[in-house]
């Protein structure tokens, strides 16, 4: 149970960022330490092909390549919508689901 409980916790914080990246598109890492990165210098308009990227680095070892690659796709495709097809939509829909999920325990991973 000790174990569990530090493992949860040394987990959170790339769970927090993991979320916020396939649930809105948005990078929220201020240190560098999230294992899908940006790109800056990269404008607009080569937005999903080279703005962002899988830094194998900062990827913990209990998330594999292949399930880094989904992350770093959703959370592009979400990025894209919003910011490129100016489709935010779904966003009014976002916080009753959320809402719900929370209620229910939260969203294990």
């Given amino acids: 149970a000790t174990v569990e409980r ?8 790339a769970l927090r960022m993991v979320r916020a990246w396939v649930v809105a ?14 790109d800056p210098a990269i ?19 209990f998330i594999s390549e292949a399930i880094a690659a989904d992350v770093l796709r959703v959370g592009k ?19 009753p689901v959320a809402a719900a999920a929370a209620a229910a325990g939260g969203l294990s991973y």
């Fill in 43 to 61: 404008g607009e308009e080569d937005l999903w092909r080279s703005r962002y990227f899988i830094n194998d680095e900062m990827r913990p070892p």
């Fill in 77 to 95: 495709s979400i990025n894209f919508l919003r910011r490129r097809c100016d489709d935010a939509s779904w966003e009014r829909e976002r916080a």
């Fill in 6 to 13: 530090l493992l949860a916790a040394a987990a959170e914080p």
């Fill in 25 to 38: 598109g948005e990078l929220e890492d201020p240190r560098g330490e999230f294992f899908v990165a940006s």
